[in-house]
């Protein structure tokens, strides 16, 4: 996991994400580069992209991804890693990155879970192929 990223975001046009990749590529690249002193690409190959069809499947994703650094025994909790949307999704911490997807929101809370995080807006956007 310290090779790599996942990214669940949800475009605001059929080419949003091809451009968001693009812009990153341009614009991080040319920062890491310059503030690491190296040359060349940053990236091992091109982006990969599918898109989320199902609410079932948009949830199993949230837990992939959220989960995936306690999968990797960067931590115990996935609380714990700073870049992660669980913070948000699980914790209730408010960050201006993410967005509520309207399915994530929509989902039934546990009962254990009602009420937990009033006023708080889980968050993290689907995916879709550009």
């Known amino acids: 996991m310290t090779n790599h990223v996942h990214l669940l975001v949800t475009p605001?046009?059929?080419q949003g994400v091809s451009r968001m990749m693009q812009a990153l590529g341009r614009i991080y690249v040319r920062y890491f580069n310059r503030e690491y002193r190296r040359l060349g690409t940053l990236w091992e190959g091109?982006?990969?992209?599918?898109q989320v069809q199902s609410e079932d499947y948009l949830l199993q994703c949230y837990r992939y991804i959220e989960l995936n650094p306690v999968r990797a025994g960067m931590v115990s909790d996935p609380g714990?890693?700073?870049?992660?949307?669980?913070g948000c999704n699980g914790?209730?911490?408010?960050?201006?990155?993410l967005t509520p997807h309207m399915q994530y929101l929509a989902r039934p809370l546990p009962e254990a879970a009602q009420g937990a995080l009033p006023g708080t807006?889980?968050?993290c956007t689907g995916c879709a192929r550009s």
Do not use: M, Q, T
């Open 91 to 97: 914790l209730g911490r408010s960050s201006s990155l």
């Open 46 to 50: 091109r982006y990969k992209c599918c």
């Open 121 to 123: 807006v889980p968050a």
């Open 12 to 14: 605001h046009s059929d």
């Open 80 to 86: 714990e890693y700073f870049w992660s949307s669980y």
